[in-house]
């Protein structure tokens, strides 16, 4: 794939008059071209052209990150050195937001480009107009070879790209295996989002190499059974499962943008009882959309963006209501893709809610049996792709991937049903439903629906297996787990919050996002300034900057499972309470009502208390550190005792302490 608009060795680009260069960037342009950019462009060139005059590499500018969706300005290879350039043309002053954005650059190259690793790369912003400052030359604090950002103006420039030459010595980069490298992204579900809202290929942002079953071959899997359906005027349901993090809203939202057209009878729409994950996937695009369309001189309000992007992903409540309007009618969609599917409610659970909320006494389906019923309505063909994600029922009411199958077996048995080869793993609670299955003959079994490795832990692909033993109690496979894993995964615990902060803000570079995470019923982590009943806005959590103190960045407001269920973080803080205790025996399991723990007894609460932690130490892309307090022994809510026997367990599989 030709990632740069224009690419040639630095001997040819000093050769070629401007007009040229222009040209071929006009040409690798498939965008409308503003004079704006044409004139930056125009700058670019004469500075590069009198600063790499004695310099031999290659040069390449407008280079695609599609995992971000945007491109770098400029990249140089000189020796040993691979240089990202960030223009700002005109501008006198070196932005914080500028000086995230070249090394967020430079980080997307060290940690996705096969061929970067591990080489030496230089951030730079280079405004024009700004006064000469000399940045030190320094490598990051994790002293993997990339350099911390360089600030320059257009005078500057050489001086900058000289001295670190001097500081990194090593081989000379050869140009077609640099370019040959391959790309392998790991985006975050937001990221990931915005490019395939902007027409970008699953392809272009997902791995795939050997060791992950790749993303494109269940969306393939997926857009077959819609296109046979279709074709042959079936009724279709499909199971889709994976790991934490493997990717299944990604897929989700991939096949929803493909048949993204009314017009097509393919029409899909993604759906989601996740309410923080809905609301901050459409506020990203609608941002999103605005920026873009700024950027092309264009002015669109905010609430126009979202009008469109709320067509696209939708709150599978609201799709419910709408059904409930006129119970006859088909929805607009054929295709209706259900994200975290096993946590659709059960019947006392939706009836309650119909009766309390929508005045709709004695209604006597559940969530799942009424949603097919809705796509059923269709005369000729549908279909409806849950997406499972196993141990992760968090909420009372979710009732799990069986209640799927027993709607099915009441009041859809024409319904052709494609499941994962792994629906029957003990995760999904499903092994009784499946039995009943095996009499119909209108069920296939796929490998292709099974996302077996996480994507989120770009930099560890086992560590929802190592949460998975940690919570099973199996410490000594957690030990061999967490001994694969800890060289490129950091996990370290602490007894102080404040440590846990510092190490956050030292791991993380560029525009990383870091926060601290806990549990719903941590109602006991006051004493650490943590107030678990103050309700954290998710939109200003997860997507607003360093400079607002309501984002995840002040470490001050903290979010729960509920807020961070479907989505991640670069970097985590788990804070423990004393809600879920370790024991010899098994976990203890606790709710602060009044002023004293209360044991929970009922199983299924016990189960979405497990779920919780399962989905808190899951959160992270690159790393976290986790919290148990010290406890006070003069506090009878924190005594030592109630946060020590975690501690240790956590200590005894071998997590390093700080």
């Known amino acids: 794939m030709k990632r740069a608009f224009y690419s040639d060795s630095i001997t040819n680009f000093l050769k070629s008059s401007e007009e040229e260069i222009i040209g071929k960037l006009t040409l690798g342009n498939q965008f409308s071209l503003e004079q704006t950019q044409r004139e930056a462009w125009l700058v670019e060139v004469e500075i590069l052209k009198r600063v790499l005059s004695s310099y031999n590499g290659s040069i390449y500018f407008e280079y695609s990150i599609p995992r971000m969706g945007q491109r770098i300005d400029v990249v140089v290879l000189i020796g040993s050195v691979i240089f990202v350039l960030e223009f700002k043309i005109g501008e006198k002053e070196y932005t914080s937001y500028a000086i995230d954005q070249v090394m967020d650059y430079a980080l997307d190259l060290k940690n996705f480009h096969e061929s970067s690793h591990d080489q030496f790369i230089a951030p730079i912003l280079i405004a024009t107009k700004a006064k000469t400052f000399y940045s030190i030359v320094a490598l990051t604090l994790q002293n993997d070879k990339l350099l911390l950002p360089i600030n320059c103006n257009g005078d500057s420039l050489n001086d900058v790209i000289e001295n670190v030459l001097h500081f990194c010595e090593g081989n000379e980069i050869d140009r077609t295996q640099w370019e040959r490298g391959r790309y392998r992204p790991t985006p975050t579900i937001i990221e990931a989002a915005i490019a395939l809202y902007n027409n970008h290929s699953v392809d272009d942002i997902s791995r795939s190499d050997a060791s992950a079953i790749n993303l494109s071959q269940t969306s393939d899997a997926i857009s077959k059974i819609i296109q046979y359906s279709n074709e042959n005027s079936r009724k279709s349901i499909c199971f889709v499962t994976g790991v934490p993090g493997s990717g299944k809203t990604l897929v989700g939202l991939h096949v929803a943008t493909t048949h993204f057209d009314k017009s097509n009878d393919l029409y899909s729409v ?19 959309k605005v920026k873009r369309e700024k950027e092309k001189g264009n002015k669109i309000k ?7 992007v709320k067509m696209f992903i939708q709150n599978v409540h609201n799709f419910r209501d709408e059904c409930l309007v006129d119970i006859t009618s088909p929805p607009i969609e054929h295709v209706a893709l259900f994200d975290e599917a096993q946590r659709a409610w059960n019947l006392e659970q939706t009836a309650s809610f119909m009766s309390r909320k929508k005045k709709t006494p004695n209604f006597k389906y559940s969530e799942p049996e009424f949603l097919i019923s809705c796509l059923n309505r269709h005369p000729d063909w549908a279909v409806v792709v849950c997406l499972v994600g ?23 048995k024409d319904w052709d049903i494609y499941v994962s080869s792994r629906l029957s793993d003990s995760e999904y609670s499903a092994e009784e439903m499946l039995e009943r299955l095996k009499s119909r003959s209108n069920v296939e079994y796929n490998d292709a629906l099974h996302l077996a490795v996480s994507m989120r832990s770009f930099r560890a692909e086992h560590v929802s297996l190592l949460v998975k033993q940690l919570l099973d109690l199996n410490a000594d496979e957690a030990r061999n787990t967490l001994e694969k894993i800890k060289s490129n995964y950091p996990i370290i615990i602490t007894r102080d919050l404040s440590k846990a902060k510092q190490w956050l803000k030292q791991q993380a570079r560029g525009s990383e996002r870091y926060g601290i995470i806990v549990s719903s019923q941590a109602e006991r982590l006051k004493p650490q300034s943590i107030f678990v009943k103050s309700p954290v806005n998710p939109i200003h959590w997860f997507l607003d900057g360093k400079d607002d103190t309501r984002s995840s960045y002040y470490l001050e407001d903290v979010a729960t499972e509920f807020d961070v269920q479907g989505l991640e973080l670069d970097w985590v803080c788990v804070t423990w309470d004393a809600d879920f205790r370790y024991a010899k025996n098994g976990w203890q399991h606790w709710s602060f ?15 979405y208390l497990k779920n919780a932690y399962r989905v808190l130490l899951t959160r992270a892309r690159q790393g976290m550190v986790i919290v148990v307090p010290q406890g006070n022994d003069e506090d009878h809510t924190r005594p030592p005792k109630f946060y020590d026997s975690t501690f240790n367990y956590l200590k005894e599989i071998g997590f390093e302490e700080i």
């Open 270 to 288: 993604f759906l989601s009882g996740n309410g923080p994950l809905v609301a901050i996937l459409r506020e990203a695009l609608a941002r999103d």
């Open 302 to 308: 905010k609430h126009v963006a979202m009008s469109g």
């Open 390 to 412: 196993g141990g992760q029922e968090i909420n009372i009411g979710e009732a799990g991937i069986s209640e799927w199958i027993k709607s099915l077996e009441r009041s859809f």
């Open 593 to 607: 009502r009044g002023n004293r723990w209360q044991k929970i007894n009922k199983l299924e609460r016990q189960i």
